[in-house]
């Protein structure tokens, strides 16, 4: 029989059936023509997928196991409906490994939506039906595919609304770099709507030659910053040397 792992709901099953936590495993009553069966679900499995399996007698283990698990109380172990997941379990190997191999899906995932397919369909499939076990196998292996292409269809998105938030939030202004050298020329706005509005710095670093600063000396920032004696005033020209602060 095909290994079911350590981890997952499949492997969970196999103990839950196989060691149940009261002690002894459950076994099915199978009339079989004239015959009663007692059955292990290892001999129910046996029967369904071994080497010497018997079609007439995969038929009687399904139709007894689904009423048994349809009549069984609602609240109870469910033992009954247990089993009859575990009998399908061989039965959907084959697809859940080739959905493993083709998509980036979770393991455990898909065998949560193939058990609930089973749950599912055992509600409705006609226990009499020579192909009960087939309808529940195939059901279960409907709701792999599904979940599956379900999954790898959806795209992660951005979510605008924090996007937007961060887009519109207020980044506080940079302080400019100070120059290591030469003067910084600071305006300072009057108190009144005309004119500047915000302080406005230049900086103009001093050439050198041979050691010697040959740029512009301070006379010289001093009659490039001033006004027209007809004009306006608009600020207050303030000058310092570089790295000095305000």
Same mark, same amino acid.
């Given at each position: 029989?095909?290994?079911?792992?350590?981890?997952?709901?499949?492997?969970?099953?196999?103990?839950?059936?196989?060691?149940?936590?009261?002690?002894?495993?459950?076994?099915?009553?199978?009339?079989?023509?004239?015959?009663?069966?007692?059955?292990?679900?290892?001999?129910?499995?046996?029967?369904?997928?071994?080497?010497?399996?018997?079609?007439?007698?995969?038929?009687?283990?399904?139709?007894?196991?689904?009423?048994?698990?349809?009549?069984?109380?609602?609240?109870?172990?469910?033992?009954?409906?247990?089993?009859?997941?575990?009998?399908?379990?061989?039965?959907?190997?084959?697809?859940?490994?080739?959905?493993?191999?083709?998509?980036? @899906?979770? !393991? $455990?995932?898909?065998?949560? =939506? /193939?058990?609930?397919?089973?749950?599912?369909? *055992?509600?409705?499939?006609?226990? +009499?039906?020579?192909?009960?076990?087939?309808?529940?196998?195939?059901?279960?292996?409907?709701?792999?595919?599904?979940?599956?292409?379900?999954?790898?269809?959806?795209?992660?998105?951005?979510?605008?609304?924090?996007?937007?938030?961060?887009?519109?939030?207020?980044?506080?202004?940079?302080?400019?770099?100070?120059?290591?050298?030469?003067?910084?020329?600071?305006?300072?706005?009057?108190?009144?709507?005309?004119?500047?509005?915000?302080?406005?710095?230049?900086?103009?670093?001093?050439?050198?030659?041979?050691?010697?600063?040959?740029?512009?000396?301070?006379?010289?920032? @001093?009659? !490039? $910053?001033?006004?027209?004696? =007809? /004009?306006?005033?608009?600020?207050?020209?303030? *000058?310092?040397?570089?790295?000095? +602060?305000?």
């Amino acid at each position: 029989m095909t290994s079911t792992g350590t981890a997952g709901v499949f492997a969970r099953i196999d103990r839950d059936v196989l060691r149940p936590p009261g002690g002894a495993s459950p076994s099915l009553r199978v009339d079989l023509g004239s015959r009663t069966l007692l059955l292990s679900p290892e001999d129910c499995r046996r029967a369904l997928y071994g080497p010497l399996r018997d079609a007439t007698l995969g038929r009687a283990v399904w139709r007894q196991a689904v009423t048994a698990a349809r009549h069984e109380p609602r609240d109870g172990d469910g033992a009954g409906r247990l089993l009859v997941v575990w009998l399908a379990l061989p039965g959907l190997y084959r697809n859940l490994h080739r959905i493993l191999r083709r998509w980036r @899906v979770g !393991r $455990a995932d898909l065998e949560a =939506e /193939a058990v609930l397919a089973v749950l599912t369909a *055992l509600d409705a499939v006609d226990p +009499g039906s020579p192909d009960t076990g087939g309808r529940l196998v195939k059901e279960a292996v409907n709701g792999m595919w599904a979940y599956a292409k379900r999954v790898t269809r959806e795209i992660p998105v951005i979510d605008v609304a924090v996007f937007a938030e961060a887009r519109d939030a207020a980044v506080p202004p940079e302080e400019p770099a100070r120059p290591s050298e030469g003067w910084e020329l600071h305006i300072t706005p009057p108190p009144r709507r005309e004119g500047l509005y915000a302080t406005l710095r230049f900086a103009e670093p001093p050439a050198r030659r041979g050691g010697r600063r040959t740029g512009p000396r301070l006379p010289d920032l @001093v009659f !490039r $910053a001033r006004r027209h004696e =007809e /004009a306006d005033r608009i600020g207050t020209v303030v *000058l310092r040397p570089a790295g000095t +602060g305000r």
